[in-house]
């Protein structure tokens, strides 16, 4: 690079992450065109997952954190745990939960990372009972669909539920 200023953003990690997603967003729309698919619903195998730093979440879902102990409504803290959830796309703009794209689906939820906004089925306590359910919503269309955890409505990866779960 003859710029040097430039070249410092490059070699920055900010830098990095905006190059790769705007690498990504140009294949996966070339990718698209090529396959005459349609760009409104991106499926979930195209979602980028940088390793930097998630800058905001967006949840319509209310999280549970209490249940009624006893008859005296005392109430106490739900174990905390990780949860599977399926998901089936993600799109650059923000959708509401009852749109007409995900009518077929139970329980969808969304958040954003990475600059896409995230759409999930179902809320399973294993990774076995969300992958029969991953059948069940490939079978509704979205063939790109894949399980994801959650821990404190955090999506983690696979490996972080792996060891919290001591599986």
Known sequence: LSNARDEKFLLSEKGQDQLAMAIFRAFREYKYTVEKKDLKLINSADTLISSGPQKRRVSETRKVETLAADTNTQSRTIVERVWYRVQFASSADDKPLNSSDFKDLPEVKKYFQNGLFKFTSGNFETSK???????????????????????????????????????
Do not use: C, H, W
């Not at 992958?131 to 972080?160: C, H, L, N, W």
């Open 129 to 167: 009972q969300a992958s029969a359910f991953k059948m069940e919503v490939i079978k509704r269309g979205f063939t790109d669909a894949f399980v994801v955890p959650f821990y404190r409505e955090k999506r983690i990866t696979i490996e972080e539920a792996r060891r919290l779960t001591g599986n």
